[in-house]
């Protein structure tokens, strides 16, 4: 009957697990949503700064290695030196090349689910999602969370062909933004 939007918003970035030097073990090390920047004759370095939750020991995240200050667009340079809070977070989402240089992500993040209802003459009920970020979470799971169903139950619709997902990916794989679900007939079981 209805077009339900849904925004997923982040409450926090995934923390990594690697090698602390301190410790001298593998640790958790959490975003502290700060850069580091260095220029070194226009050569600029850029890394995001992570922290060891036991010992508040630094790990650098590479960014930018050894690049000419002027082949860096300018409003991205000013969002380096000043922090922005939203560049930060598009680096700390970045679980594939996160996954390169530590041992773990923690993808499993705190998210809150903003929801727009729009009326439509359908019998179909349709789900969009949007998100800002890359989030590295599985669909059938938020799916379930969204409808209120069980994750075998949600499986069962899928079998009888009563979710069709636009793109046509696996309900398994991660959201990704724009990703559209529809639920033919609007199964009862569903309490939207
Ligand atoms: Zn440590």
Redesign the pocket.
Known sequence: MCLYNFEIIPQETPNVIRN??????N?E?YCSEKFRVNSNQKLVDVWVIYN??????TWNFPILSRVHVNNINSDLYHKFISNDKETIWRYAFQSKLLRKQCHEVNTNIRYELREEKIDLKSNNLTIRFYCKYELDLRIDKVLSEILGISRSNLKKLELDEMIILNPKINIKKKITHNLQITVVGKGQKIKL
């Open positions: 602390c030097g301190k410790c001298k073990r640790t090390f060891c939750t036991h010992c508040e020991g």
